[in-house]
């Protein structure tokens, strides 16, 4: 049983791999990605280092689902929506977008200020803090680290599955392609200071770190930013305030810079409160999964 489990396992990690190569379905592509920590929960006995390559498997998986829908950019140039998220902020911002009014207040033309950069690297520092909330559990308070990975990829799970229903274009797209005019344009400020920050180094590192770049509704930067500073703010008040301080923060970077909407935003903490608020009724279903993988592991390993 531990050498299928194996076997699923490294399926699960070629899969995605090798997708283009293969020219893999997306279908199959994620049942594999998302078998694998399944598997590996079967193929190894519970421990810390079980739990984060879990964890990874996960993300990988996830990686998977949110960049296929770019491995074709011109049939999801076809398929991505960019008016409506337009309509919706400029009622919020009662007739102006947000983000506009936030470069025209904020930014300078031609030039990206201190205040750019420091918004800037708050985005970047987004890669760091949704895992790194879940790395703190699973450090420091281990008896939440289980509840807390599992609040924090739902979210990752379920917001990845509206970027391959409802494909939505950023701002700075829709800038781009003539749907918003405004003056001064409205920028990419992260693009810019990126250029400038680390000069040749930057194309090769947004390639790699780009993935789908019209997958903006709703914001999994603000949503996974906000579970995290709910899940820190279970902890205790001083972690809770540095969490949605981050998350604050994160916020209006993400309109600033022109990479969200409001309504993206609003979206993405919409989602995060919906998985908190199904946690107790979906609470017996994963108990009852989780207990199943348990007794398969305990046979594998009997």
């Not at 991505?80 to 506009?100: A, W």
């Not at 920028?187 to 040749?200: C, D, T």
């Not at 996974?224 to 970077?253: C, H, K, N, Q």
Request: charged letters at 20%.
């Amino acid at each position: 049983m531990k050498a299928a489990a194996w076997g699923v396992v490294a399926a699960g990690v070629a899969a995605p791999a090798l997708r283009r190569r293969l020219r893999l379905r997306p279908p199959a592509v994620a049942v594999a990605a998302y078998a694998a920590p399944v598997a590996l929960c079967v193929a190894v006995r519970r421990s810390r280092t079980r739990d984060v390559f879990t964890v990874a498997l996960h993300m990988w998986a996830y990686l998977a689902l949110y960049e296929m829908p770019h491995d074709d950019p011109e049939a999801l140039e076809r398929r991505v929506r960019v008016r409506y998220p337009v309509l919706i902020d400029r009622v919020l911002g009662f007739g102006e977008l947000p983000g506009v009014r936030l470069q025209r207040a904020l930014s300078r033309p031609g030039v990206t200020t201190r205040l750019d950069a420091v918004l800037v690297w708050a985005h970047w520092l987004w890669f760091l803090v949704p895992h790194g909330t879940i790395a703190y559990l699973l450090a420091f308070h281990r008896d939440r680290f289980p509840r807390g990975a599992a609040l924090m990829y739902a979210v990752y799970d379920l917001g990845v599955i509206v970027y391959w229903v409802l494909p939505t274009a950023p701002p700075w797209y829709a800038a781009r392609n003539g749907a918003i005019t405004a003056d001064p344009a409205l920028r990419r400020l992260m693009v810019e200071h990126g250029e400038l920050f680390w000069r040749e180094r930057w194309e090769p590192l947004y390639s790699f770190l780009g993935g789908n770049p019209l997958a903006a509704m709703p914001s999994l930067h603000f949503a996974t930013s906000l579970m995290a500073a709910l899940l820190l703010a279970d902890i205790g008040p001083v972690e809770g305030a540095l969490g949605f301080g981050y998350a604050i923060t994160l916020g209006f970077a993400l309109v600033h810079l022109g990479e969200h909407y409001v309504v993206d935003l609003l979206a993405g903490g919409a989602l995060t409160l919906a998985v908190r608020r199904l946690e107790r009724p979906a609470g017996p279903l994963l108990s009852r999964a989780s207990r199943a993988v348990a007794e398969i592991e305990a046979r594998a390993h009997a």
